[in-house]
Each structure stands twice: as structure tokens, then as C-alpha cells.
């Protein structure tokens, strides 16, 4: 079903009695059996009998087919398929979870040429997105229409959109969703064999009332048994006005703010703190000290000191924050970090020896340093180069506008071939650091070699031609340097990629941790 061919795995699959006829050629084509069950009435009588084993596969045909399709050989973005929705309803398990079943089925990405992995992170952002705001939305009306629900009788329990809703969408609103819950309290009451529906997904609000309110409303009608559907939330994301900035850490907003975290408990949390005091932020971090997952806008020694209570903490996004002289305050023995983005903090090499005497090199997987520079006015990069030698198991290393280009020659070499024996290396970003063609002919090409290296992300250089020079003489000369790069850097590594991204290789690793 995968891949549209199998048809001779299918008489394993079939059920041993069934009224419908699995043969029919209609049937055989998951991209005709998701167009078939797109009406709810046909899916209603055909996706109860239909094997357990399909549904999966079936669910990635129809986003595959259906949310990129192509118009000749130009790829277009279609309708997203009811067949979707559909196959949600009638669930054949207590568990659907979007981000297991979409893992290792990205969009079908051909035409990238040379986008960034930022680019590329903002499209699927895009496209989970809009997928999870279907099914969410999907839900909650098969739950305010008594007709539709009474025919989704299935042992579906949790469904699990938490990592792909966008913040900008109205589905992540607390206070659409005590509405919602409203209007399906007054419409429906559990009875019979119908089951709760847990709906786990992420909300960002901005600090008021209204909004801490609808939020420990919700948590109160989750004991309410017959209403048929509650909310959880994993991913919280919250910002304080200006009109904060003299607010007391056992102020009244504080304690609703300690309580609704402590009522639902969530993994991740991204809290713009710029107005508030760093009182008021420890209070509330003293309130989720399971939290697995953290971002803030601003940081000081008294909060990076408090981080240390919090012992299951794996996840820490500090980008864009002055953190000169601070990093020493991360060394802790009571968490470890896989993932730590530290774009745009103002580091230099004094930082990096700090992070060299953390703990958290032994376990680090993906690491952002971009927008720091690591050079000094001498042109020494003995810190990076150094620090570079600890990153053994780092997947995914950023160095985007680090000032590279300025150090000596045979310098950056030697990074290079640091970076090229990293063991566990897959993702490497390196853009907008302005090297020459003679620098990346002779010592990026290195990097071809490396045994785990998959993807590789370096900008053109800009001696490649005159400024003056036509715009074909342009084009032709970037296509000639491309070709004569490719081939010196694909001699060592055919399979690997430079400059478009091989997603289904690695779109696990750029999904594993994120906000």
C-alpha cells in the first residue's frame, strides 16, 4: 500500500469474511481508495471492515497525494483530502498520534535547489500545520453533529496533534477552546458505547485573564464524565505585555499562571519574559520542574542557576539572548541536554570553554551556534577549533554567519577536518560565512569524505564573477563553479547531498526537537 505496487502482500491482509469485495481493482490503488472514502456515508459503511493494517498507510497515501500533487511536471499544492479526516473518525485504535504516523513520510520536496534548512523547517511548519488544524477541526464537529458521532463509534481514545499546530492558528486559542467545549456540553452527553475523546495539542496565548481563565475552565470539565471530549495541552507558549514589568512573583496573575501549569502539566514550554521581572520567572519555573522541553526571551545567572533544579530537562532554546559570561552557569550534573540552540547570543571563545567543562557534550545531538562570532582580531579560532573535537555525538551542527571567512586559510582546514571526523554528523549548516572559491575547492571539499555526513548547506561564493558581468555570464559561471564543486565533493560521498536536502533521509532528525 506504500508504495501503490504491493498488491501481492494483499491476501495476507484481508479480513477472512467481509461483505466487501478487496479485490475490486478500485480498491487496490490507496489513491483510489482515499478518493472513494472522501463521502463520510460511503466511509461509515467501507472503513469498519476495512483491515487495521491499512489505515496507516492509506493515512500517508492521502497527504502524500492529496496535499502535493502535481500539474504536469510543476508540483501545486491541492486541496487536503477528506479522506483524511475520515480515516480519523474511524481510527481502529485508543491511540492516533500525527507525529508517529507522518515520521517517516515527509512532503514529497523536489524543487529546493539551494533553499536553507530554515526555509525548509518553515514549509513543513506550514504543512503540519494546516494538516492538524484540519483534524482538529474534524473532531470537534463530528462531535457537535449528534449524527456523525453516533456513527464514529470506535475505540479511539487519545488523539495527539501536540508539535504541528501553528501558534498563529485559532485552534491554539484557550479561549476558542472553552467555547468549543461549550457548545459540544450543550449538544452531546456521553451514553452508551461512546467513548471520551482526549484531544492533546498546543495553545499560545498572551497573559490575561480571560485567557487563564478558559484555561482552568478546561482543566475543570475534564472531570465532567459525559462531556465527550477533553483538552490537554504539551506544548504551552505565553508572552507578558509591557504593562507587566512591575509584577510581583506571588502577584494573583502569577499564581493562576503556577496553577494552570501545574493542572495540565505540559512538556514544553516558550515563555517570552522580557517584560517581567527574574523573580517572577523562577516562580514560574518552580512550578514545572518536569519539564522536558524550554525557551526564553530573556535569561540571567539567577535563572540559568535555577535551571539546575530542573532534572528532566533535555530540550533549552536561549536564542537571541546576551549570554556573554554566562554559559558557565549550564554545567550541571542534574540534567542533560540533547538539543540547545544558541543562535545570536554574543558568544565568543570564553564561551565555548565553558560549554567544553559542561556535561552536556556527552549527550548533545543538535547544536545551533549560528550568528556568533568565534574569531578574535588576530584571526585565531583556537576555541571553536578546539570545542569542535568534543561535539562526538552531535548530529546536527549549525554555523551559520559565524565569521569563518575571516580566519587564516589553512585554519579553517583544520575545522573542516574536524568536522569531517565527527562521527555522528548529519546535517551540517554553514551559510553566509562569504568563503572564496579557492577556499572551497581546497579545503570544504574534505568534508566529502566524512562517513555520516548527509546533508550539507555552504553559500555560493561571490568571486565566482564580476558584479558587472551580464546576467546569463552570471548564471552561467554559478552553474559551471556548482558542477566543478559537485564533482569535487561528490568523488567522496556519491550518495550524499549538497545544497538541496535529501528530506526523506533526515527529516526525523529536523522534526526530533523543535518548538
Not at 514589568?245 to 505540559?266: C, H, M, Q
Request: with cysteine.
Amino acid at each position: 500500500m506504500l508504495d501503490g505496487c504491493h498488491y501481492h502482500l494483499l491476501d495476507s491482509l484481508l479480513p477472512a469474511q467481509s461483505t466487501q469485495d478487496w479485490r475490486r481493482l478500485e480498491y487496490l490503488s490507496a489513491i483510489n481508495f482515499c478518493t472513494f472514502i472522501e463521502d463520510f456515508e460511503v466511509a461509515a459503511k467501507v472503513l469498519p471492515q476495512t483491515p487495521n493494517v491499512f489505515f496507516k498507510p492509506l493515512f500517508r497515501t492521502a497527504v502524500y497525494h492529496f496535499f502535493y500533487m502535481y500539474d504536469g511536471d510543476m508540483r501545486v499544492r491541492g486541496p487536503l483530502s477528506d479522506s483524511m479526516v475520515n480515516l480519523l473518525l474511524f481510527w481502529p485504535t485508543d491511540t492516533f498520534s500525527l507525529k508517529e504516523i507522518l515520521q517517516p513520510l515527509p512532503p514529497h520536496y523536489t524543487d529546493y535547489g539551494s533553499k536553507t534548512m530554515i526555509d525548509i523547517r518553515n514549509d513543513l511548519e506550514v504543512f503540519y500545520g494546516k494538516l492538524s488544524m484540519l483534524l482538529a477541526k474534524a473532531l470537534l464537529n463530528s462531535r457537535q453533529d449528534p449524527d456523525v458521532f453516533e456513527k464514529c463509534i470506535g475505540p479511539l481514545q487519545t488523539v495527539d496533534l501536540s508539535g504541528f499546530i501553528r501558534p498563529d492558528s485559532k485552534i491554539g486559542d484557550p479561549r476558542s477552546h472553552i467555547d468549543i467545549m461549550e457548545i459540544i456540553e450543550d449538544s452531546n452527553e456521553l451514553s452508551g458505547k461512546k467513548i471520551k475523546l482526549h484531544l492533546i495539542t498546543d495553545i499560545e496565548f498572551e497573559v490575561r485573564k480571560d485567557a487563564l481563565d478558559a484555561l482552568n475552565e478546561i482543566s475543570q470539565k475534564k472531570m465532567k464524565m459525559k462531556l465527550p471530549i477533553s483538552f490537554d495541552y504539551k506544548r504551552i507558549q505565553f508572552k507578558f505585555d509591557k504593562k507587566y514589568k512591575f509584577l510581583a512573583p506571588y502577584s494573583n496573575e502569577v499564581t493562576d499562571i503556577g496553577e494552570t501549569l501545574s493542572k495540565n502539566r505540559p512538556q514544553f514550554l516558550k515563555i517570552n519574559n522580557d517584560p517581567i521581572t527574574d523573580d517572577v520567572t523562577t516562580q514560574i519555573l518552580s512550578k514545572v520542574p518536569y519539564l522536558k522541553g524550554l525557551s526564553l526571551s530573556k535569561v540571567s545567572l539567577t535563572i540559568l542557576n535555577h535551571l539546575i533544579s530542573m532534572r528532566y530537562l533535555e530540550q533549552l532554546d536561549l536564542s537571541n539572548v546576551e549570554l556573554t559570561g554566562c554559559l558557565g552557569a549550564l554545567n550541571s550534573k542534574t540534567y542533560r541536554l540533547y538539543y540547545l540552540n544558541l543562535r545570536n547570543c554574543s558568544l565568543g571563545n570564553d564561551d565555548l570553554e565553558a560549554l567544553i567543562r559542561s556535561s552536556h557534550l556527552c549527550t548533545l545531538r543538535q547544536l545551533d551556534l549560528s550568528e556568533n562570532s568565534f574569531c578574535d582580531p588576530e584571526g585565531r579560532i583556537c576555541g571553536l577549533i578546539l570545542f569542535s573535537k568534543y561535539l562526538r555525538k552531535i548530529e546536527v551542527l549549525d554555523l551559520t554567519s559565524c565569521n569563518i571567512h575571516n580566519w587564516n586559510v589553512s585554519v579553517i582546514g583544520q575545522l573542516m577536518e574536524i568536522l569531517r571526523d565527527l562521527p555522528n554528523l548529519t546535517i551540517l549548516t554553514i551559510d553566509h560565512n562569504k568563503f572564496s572559491s579557492h577556499v572551497m575547492m581546497k579545503y570544504l571539499t574534505c568534508l566529502g569524505k566524512s562517513d555520516s555526513l548527509r546533508y550539507l548547506s555552504v553559500s555560493l561564493p561571490k568571486d565566482i564573477y564580476d558584479w558587472n558581468d551580464s546576467a546569463d555570464l552570471k548564471d552561467k559561471r554559478t552553474e559551471d563553479f556548482i558542477n566543478v564543486f559537485h564533482k569535487a565533493i561528490d568523488m567522496n560521498f556519491p550518495s550524499q547531498v549538497l545544497h538541496v536536502l535529501d528530506i526523506r533521509r533526515i527529516h526525523r532528525d529536523i522534526l526530533k526537537f523543535r518548538y
